[in-house]
Antibody
Framework: EVQLVQSGAEVKKPGESLKISCKGS????????IGWVRQMPGKGLEWMGI????????RYSPSFQGQVTISADKSISTAYLQWSSLKASDTAMYYC?????????????WGQGTMVTVSS | AIWMTQSPSLLSASTGDRVTISCRMS??????LAWYQQKPGKAPELLIY???TLQSGVPSRFSGSGSGTDFTLTISCLQSEDFATYYC?????????FGQGTKVEIK
């Protein structure tokens, strides 16, 4: 079964760092782009950025460029989303998702989501 | 960036109804459009891609149409499990963007 399994919920304080993960299985992890999508409480979906684990080619939405870092470790089929200094406004559900084919494509497989809460 | 207007934001309907959701683009995107369904507390699921291609496993009561700037998602006969929020997404250009969402609720 093709699936993406994300790391568990996190509660952090402003200014702290954080790295959440997304592990792929059931398919060739290095052959598909993986993306990250933010959903703030009660709000819609926001496309953050993508990575191609095969060569670590990474693209960011201008809204998130410089705010987060997307990376991947192909040896363990895992993608990451990290923050160096969290803000309260980073409180959201974060989904990883697989792109069907090209860098510009629909997301066909989604992780279950990781809730990040940033509060003092 | 491409701006999207999804409407309505809230749709009240009954089981068995035919419902349509619209997505309008600020510029033409050919057929590079997807539709997703999201149920409360769950991740989104892909319903349709390339504007009208049904994702594997998705019931045939879902259909998509349109190209260029105007797109429609139609549910031909609403079932209880279809009450959810629906999002369109353009993937014609960077950055891909999502519509604001349409919540389909029980009338």
């Amino acid at each position: 079964e093709v699936q993406l399994v994300q790391s568990g919920a996190e509660v952090k304080k402003p200014g702290e760092s954080l790295k959440i993960s997304c592990k792929g299985s059931g398919y060739s992890f290095t052959s598909y782009w993986i993306g990250w999508v933010r959903q703030m409480p009660g709000k819609g979906l926001e496309w953050m950025g993508i990575i191609y684990p095969g060569d670590s080619d990474t693209r960011y939405s201008p809204s998130f460029q410089g705010q987060v870092t997307i990376s991947a470790d192909k040896s363990i089929s895992t993608a990451y989303l990290q923050w160096s200094s969290l803000k309260a406004s980073d409180t959201a559900m974060y989904y990883c998702a697989r792109l069907q084919g090209a860098a510009l494509d629909a997301f066909d497989i989604w992780g279950q989501g990781t809730m990040v809460t940033v509060s003092s | 960036a491409i701006w999207m207007t999804q409407s309505p934001s809230l749709l009240s309907a009954s089981t068995g109804d035919r419902v349509t959701i619209s997505c309008r683009m600020s510029q033409g995107i050919s057929s590079y459009l997807a539709w997703y369904q999201q149920k409360p507390g769950k991740a989104p699921e892909l319903l349709i891609y390339a504007a009208s291609t049904l994702q594997s496993g998705v019931p045939s009561r879902f259909s998509g149409s349109g190209s260029g700037t105007d797109f429609t998602l139609t549910i031909s006969c609403l079932q209880s499990e279809d009450f959810a929020t629906y999002y369109c997404q353009q993937y014609y250009s960077f950055p891909p963007t999502f519509g604001q969402g349409t919540k389909v609720e029980i009338k």
